[in-house]
């Protein structure tokens, strides 16, 4: 079986931490490069983070950066998104997506990714 699953959403406090779990069955995350995008009804998606493959590097859009730390845990297969300073234009469907292709390289990477697997996303909710 071959999926990709999103947990860890819930309701979390302004200047609050949330940490969101990416975990794949059916294949390995070690050699894939690992995104984090959420989306608003109505607005396009938005790239939050994404890590290379192997020690490859990691990125941040201007809207997380330095909020969020995106990392993995090679032997639970699990890619994470630690969310610290959470507010409230951080509410949104979070969805993880895995890609063959080696986007996670320059900060363009959001713009060309498709994805060869997505979860089915986790909703974070951030309230006052």
């Known amino acids: 079986e071959v999926k990709l699953v999103e947990s860890g959403g819930g309701s979390v406090q302004v200047g609050g931490s949330l940490r969101l779990s990416c975990k794949a069955t059916g294949f390995s995350l070690d050699g894939y490069h690992v995104a984090w995008f959420r989306q608003v009804a109505g607005k396009e998606r938005e790239g939050m983070s994404c890590?290379?493959?192997?020690?490859?590097?990691?990125f941040y859009g201007d809207s997380v950066k330095g909020r969020f730390t995106i990392f993995r845990d090679s032997a639970q297969n699990t890619v994470y998104l630690e969310m610290n300073s959470v507010n409230f234009e951080d509410t949104a469907i979070y969805y993880c997506?895995?890609?063959?292709?080696?986007?996670?390289?320059?900060?363009?990477?959001?713009?060309?990714?498709?994805?060869?697997?997505w979860g089915q996303g986790t909703q974070v909710t951030v309230s006052s």
């Open positions: 997506t895995a890609e063959h292709v080696r986007l996670c390289r320059t900060e363009l990477w959001a713009a060309h990714w498709r994805g060869k697997w």
């Open positions: 890590i290379g493959s192997g020690d490859g590097p990691t």
